[in-house]
């Protein structure tokens, strides 16, 4: 079962407007939308899926406050749709659309599509750096960074889910789908990733009551730290609420910067994530503030130390 | 208010730093946020509900430090514009009683901020700002 990552997240939210408004802003691109919402996406084609939490095309709500309607996960081929749809069969509903897609729901109750990937190959440079011992990676006269330098999500990244049973979730990603372990976090859950994508999560589970069961956020990758600063620092400056970071987290190494919005969890930009092969043996660490992260900041304004005495000083 | 940041002092903030607003700026069903006020790191949310004022600390009970509950500078209702509304996890708070109906903090209630209302027409908070 190859099965790449997410394609898409799907949601049914309360103010279409207010959403679309978000999701440009964060630096997605609308495709095909309407007042009644749509499609907005990365540069590879990920992304995110709004319309209004009536519209009767979506399916259906979780029974909490959540928005997230379903989670669509891209596969290498057509085969591994029937890989999937011959293994999931056996226990629950299974529903083939024209397209050639499957749905169905997971063990707690979320709802999933699997599809032939629609992500394009990206062919772009990562953020590169110099420094002294290493061959530089920037030669003479290529400058790092610039006032309008491009900063957009690149693909979408991860889910984290807010779920009651971690062991319910793990065992149905990793006995059923294929996911691997790659590291923990007791007391909150693991990471996962999917057979055919090296990055060290796709997916996370936290565990939480039943009455929270849901989304907590979804992560986009940036092309490097610097575009997640970057994009961030221009997020702020239009009045988004920052939520935690810009910080990096240990378990994945990957930079962060969260931000509340009006879809009912938090998106993330991230950079920078760790690769992993089967030969990886997971870690685990107790949750908690050390254990998320190496490093965390907080957004201040811009100032600049200037040269001379303060203002009103006796000199 | 250019001054505030001279009045680090509390209790005792003078009025003028204690200031959130004018009755005017907040129509019916509104809600916006002010400050934060010198030596509290959150804003104070204050709306309008039935006619009365009510103002809350910007700081969701679901974590214990409290967080921010906007997606953007004033987005703090939902989209019916029934509740204020946490925007990391969308718990929903009663306006006037500031209690979580649904979410993650259910049950729990925001920080209410009394306030004052001045001859002018002005909104101040009454007691010092809660550090947060
Ligand atoms: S932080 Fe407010 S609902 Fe989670
Ligand atoms: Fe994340």
Known sequence: ?315 | MQNDVLIDERPGLAPAARRLCHVKDIGEGEARGFGPLPGSKRKIIVLRRKGVLHAWLDACPHYATGTPMAWKTDAYLNGEKTHLTCHSHHALFDMETGECVLGPCLGQTLTRIDIVVGEEGDVFVAAPAEET
């Open chain 1, 1 to 315: 079962m190859n099965i790449i990552g997410p394609d898409y997240l799907v949601f049914g939210v309360d103010d279409v407007a207010a959403a679309c408004e978000y999701l440009t802003a964060f630096g997605l691109k609308p495709v095909d939308v309407t007042e009644k919402g749509g499609r907005f996406e990365t540069l590879d084609g990920t992304g995110v899926v709004v319309r209004h939490k009536s519209d009767p095309t979506l399916p259906p709500p979780l029974p909490t406050s959540n928005m997230l309607r379903q989670q669509v996960y891209g596969v290498r081929s057509a085969a591994d749709l029937d890989a999937i749809e011959a293994e999931l069969s056996s226990d629950r509903r299974v529903t083939r659309l024209s397209d050639g897609s499957i749905e169905l729901k997971d063990d707690h109750g979320f709802e999933l599509k699997f599809q032939v990937t629609i992500r394009r190959e990206l062919d772009m440079p990562a953020e590169k750096i110099n420094a002294p011992g290493a061959p530089a990676q920037r030669g003479p006269n290529e400058i790092g960074v610039w006032e309008d330098m491009p900063a957009l999500p690149r693909t979408l990244s991860h889910v984290v889910l807010f779920v009651p049973d971690i062991e319910i979730a793990t065992h149905f990603y990793c006995e059923r789908l294929g996911f691997v372990v790659t590291d923990i976090l007791t007391g909150a859950g693991p990471f996962l990733r999917p057979k055919a994508n090296d990055d060290h999560h796709t997916l996370f589970f936290i565990r939480t009551p039943d009455y929270m069961k849901g989304c907590e956020h979804l992560a986009f990758h940036m092309g490097g730290p610097t575009e997640l600063m970057v994009a961030g620092t221009r997020f702020v400056k239009k009045g988004y609420q920052s939520f935690w970071g810009p910080g990096r987290h240990k378990f994945g190494s990957n930079w962060f910067w969260y931000f509340n919005s009006p879809l009912g969890c938090h998106f993330e930009y991230d950079a920078d994530m760790d690769k992993h092969d089967d030969s990886w043996v997971a870690r685990e660490a107790p949750n908690g503030a050390e254990a998320s992260q190496i490093v965390l900041f907080e957004m201040r304004e811009k100032w600049a130390p200037g040269g001379g005495p303060p203002p009103g000083a006796k000199g």
